[in-house]
């Protein structure tokens, strides 16, 4: 059964320093992989998404996740965190032929510090 | 373009009350998800429409849970009767297609149960 897990519920970092927000998943295919980002009282909204195309995805806002198949994990980075990207972050998965159905990982509340 | 609207955005009721919840797609979309999200956690798909008709109600309480997607447009999800667990977030998704393409989120229904 195919599982996505992010290591670390909570992730505090300074204004300036490197966001690192880890995502591993459980599949016997290669999936579709995806990381979401949720405002308070907001709706999910995509930051970027891995399809086959390229291991390294650049999404919206400077974020990036290179796709790891060794290691099943899909990190997400941004080199340097504003304020504004305060908020929580989930990784989800969903397996190539599949209805579409995505498996969140429980998310990772991202604190930054000024 | 307009995005997923919901309504409504919170809703409080009691044990065994029933409740509904709406949702409108983005214009032109065939498919529409209803997810659940508990508190400290991601998002769990509920049910998933193609069209008018249902690809996946694998994890829908069918004994208090009920949806129904008429002429393939809009939605509503009914809870009858409520218990406390049901107290969540209940997000609606939409995308052009199944498979890989992108889900985009509404703001979101939260229900209070007391």
């Known amino acids: 059964a195919q599982s996505v897990t992010q290591l670390g519920s909570h992730v505090s970092v300074s204004e300036g320093a490197l966001v690192l927000l880890r995502c591993n998943y459980s599949?016997?295919?290669?999936?579709?992989l995806f990381w979401y980002v949720q405002y308070p009282n907001q709706g999910l909204q995509l930051l970027l998404k891995?399809?086959?195309?390229?291991?390294l995805v650049k999404g919206i806002n400077g974020f990036e996740a290179e796709f790891k198949k060794s290691e099943t994990s899909f990190h997400l980075t941004k080199p340097s965190a504003h304020m504004s990207d305060a908020a929580e972050y989930f990784c989800?998965?969903?397996?190539?032929?599949?209805?579409?159905?995505?498996?969140f990982g429980q998310g990772t509340t991202l604190q930054v510090k000024p | 373009e307009a995005g997923v609207a919901q309504s409504p955005r919170y809703k409080i009721i009691e044990k065994r009350q029933s409740v509904a919840f709406w949702c409108n797609p983005i214009?032109?979309?065939?498919?529409l998800y209803w997810y659940q999200q508990i508190l400290g956690q991601g998002p769990k798909l509920l049910i998933q429409?193609?069209?008018?008709?249902?690809?996946?109600d694998s994890q829908l309480p069918k004994d208090r849970f009920s949806a129904e997607r008429l002429k393939g447009v809009d939605s509503t999800l009914k809870i009858q009767p409520a218990k406390l667990e049901d107290s969540a977030v209940y997000l609606c998704?939409?995308?052009?297609?199944?498979?890989?393409?992108?889900?985009?989120f509404g703001p979101g229904t939260r229900l209070t149960v007391l």
């Open positions: 998704a939409s995308s052009s297609d199944r498979g890989q393409d992108t889900q985009y």
């Open positions: 599949s016997s295919v290669p999936p579709y």
């Open positions: 891995y399809t086959s195309a390229a291991t």
């Open positions: 989800a998965g969903c397996s190539s032929g599949n209805t579409g159905k995505l498996i």
């Open positions: 214009s032109g979309h065939a498919t």
């Open positions: 429409f193609q069209n008018n008709g249902v690809v996946d």
